[in-house]
């Protein structure tokens, strides 16, 4: 009888190596690719943004640390300047439960940029990003719903650097084409 168990447990184990083969062969087939770090077609960039700007200062970080595109502090240093013209955190109440007490917030996190060159021509006129995430909300765990809140954020903001990031790439190519 531990024969037979034995034999069926080698089946399913060889049947789960094969489906995890196949998976992998479908996904490798269809062109998926991790992707990879963001070049930008810039050697220098200065990223000019408020001083207490937590956005700037993660932008900065990512692009030194995943490219070949240097961050100055002097924007005469520049082949372009990344101008972050406002930085934004907004919550909106959703819904209220009978008693009037707030049940579900809105939040939304708003970045605008611009960009131009060494000779101010602007290269990507002014856009926006905006990001949304709605959350419940439960005034016994109010700690722990802040500290939610300030999480929510704080991925929201991430989210922001890499779709700029992607924009900031695509304009690029876009210009290269135009030019």
């Known amino acids: 009888m531990n024969s037979g168990h034995t034999r069926s447990t080698s089946f399913v184990i060889h049947h789960s190596s094969f489906m995890l083969a196949i998976a992998a062969l479908l996904l490798s087939s269809c062109g998926f690719q991790l992707r990879g770090p963001t070049a930008l077609p810039f050697d220098t960039l200065y990223v000019q943004a408020g001083p207490t700007s937590q956005f700037a200062t993660q932008l900065r970080r990512v692009i030194g640390a995943s490219g070949n595109t240097r961050v100055t502090n002097k924007p005469e240093e520049a082949d372009a300047t990344l101008q972050i013209l406002n930085e934004l955190r907004e919550k909106e109440i959703l819904s209220l439960s009978a008693g009037g007490r707030v049940r579900e917030f809105q939040l939304r996190y708003r970045v605008f940029y611009q960009l ?34 300030a999480l929510l954020y704080r991925d929201m903001q991430t989210d922001a650097v890499q779709q700029l990031l992607r924009r900031l790439q695509a304009a690029a190519k876009n210009l290269a084409k135009a030019n």
């Open 116 to 149: 131009v060159d060494k000779k101010k021509n602007v290269l990507v006129p002014s856009a926006e990003i905006t990001l949304r995430r709605d959350f419940s909300f439960n005034d016994q765990n109010q700690i722990s719903k802040e500290s939610e809140e």
